[in-house]
């Protein structure tokens, strides 16, 4: 490992780590508690644990599709694209996410490094996470309004839960709304970031001697970044192999609860499956816990509980998925993240 990494090192959180374990197996506990465990007992004990395999390959599957619409996005930022190096680091962003303070923020912080490291356009990398996230998370709009939907037709339709949809929907409007502007009026783009970066020197008076550079900088990126996305809007087979990754995150995230649902118990169908998954999913996007933990787990289990699947199902189902969608994920990363760093 380079001085370079070794240095970085102290940015993971052993804690961070320690704070997760300790939530998820509270969790547990308290899932046990009032799912009553001589109850899942019973139910693991006629489990049907090729379903379980099945959930874990699917897991891979997943991790595959990511890969491919980093790939997706990367090329639309007009990056170069190769899908192993993609997926070994979205993989490893898995990691960085959970160690590192910042979250996805510090997940997206790697792959810009790493972009840096090759020679590559940073704001070009940036975009195409940003493009990224944008595309998965749409992709899970569509799912959560289908539950929403769902809720609201059985009566069971939380303000909270609205609340949570609302502010969720209001980030992704914000941001498809910037890349709009970014695209086809870079000029007011620019006004804007000079507004906000205004505010911002009042505070910090840092920024008053750079400022002529900083907007000089500021317009050669932007003029950059609004010529890949006019490019970007053109290429529609690349906007249609992104729409339908995103759409695969969803569609292999309620397959892999299917195969858990049939290795623990019954089918619950869809419109109760698709339900549980987007609350879960939901609550694991909003919470302030790493990686949802704690959080994602309890919403996941009171909405399928809420929707009268029983509570000892629910929870083996929502515990195996996050076993398989959280910490295999994490130990693969950690696997990638050491190979990424020893290259650098």
């Known amino acids: 490992m380079t001085r370079r990494a070794e240095n970085s090192s102290p940015l993971f959180s052993t804690p961070r780590l320690v704070v997760m374990a300790i939530l998820f197996f509270t969790a547990i506990a308290v899932a046990l508690h009032m ?5 899942i007992r019973r139910t693991l004990q006629h489990s049907r644990w090729w379903w379980v395999a099945a959930a874990a390959l699917l897991q891979v599957v997943f991790l595959v599709n990511q890969g491919a619409l980093y790939q997706a996005a990367y090329r639309m930022a007009g990056l170069p694209a190769g899908f192993g190096h993609l997926l070994e680091l979205a993989i490893s962003a898995t990691f960085v996410s959970a160690v590192v303070p910042g979250g996805t923020i510090s997940g997206t912080g790697l792959m810009i490094f790493d972009a840096a490291r090759q020679g590559l356009d940073t ?6 996470n940003v493009i990224f996230y944008i595309f998965d998370y749409l992709a899970f709009l569509v799912i959560l309004l289908l539950a929403l939907f769902y809720l609201f ?4 339709l939380r303000p909270y839960e609205l609340a949570a949809a609302a502010v969720l929907a209001c980030g992704v409007a914000i941001a ?3 890349l709009f502007m ?9 006004k804007l970031t000079r507004r906000l970066a205004g505010a911002g020197g009042r505070l910090s008076r840092q920024l008053e001697g750079r400022a002529l550079h900083w907007e000089a900088k500021l317009w050669e990126v932007t003029g950059r970044l609004s010529k890949v996305l006019k490019a970007m809007f053109r290429d529609h087979p690349t906007l249609t192999r992104a729409a339908v990754h995103a759409l695969l995150v969803e569609g292999i995230g309620l397959m892999q609860l299917q ?13 109760r499956l698709i339900t549980g998954y987007a609350v879960g999913v939901l609550f694991m996007i909003l919470s302030i816990t790493p990686q949802g933990v704690g959080l994602m787990e309890g919403a996941m289990t009171a909405a399928y509980a809420s929707t009268g699947i029983p ?19 994490m130990a693969a990363g950690l696997i990638f993240f050491k190979r990424t760093v020893s290259r650098w």
Request: aromatic fraction near 10%; hydrophobic fraction near 55%; avoid cysteine.
């Open 182 to 190: 970014l695209a086809s009026r870079p000029a007011l783009f620019v």
């Open 123 to 128: 704001a070009r990398a940036a975009l195409a």
């Open 259 to 271: 195969a858990l649902f049939l290795a623990f118990g019954q089918s619950p169908g869809p419109g």
């Open 176 to 178: 498809l709304l910037l």
């Open 153 to 156: 037709s059985r009566g069971d």
């Open 35 to 39: 799912g009553q465990a001589a109850e």
């Open 311 to 329: 509570l000892e199902q629910a929870v083996l189902v929502t515990f195996t998925y996050r076993a398989l969608s959280l910490w295999m994920p």
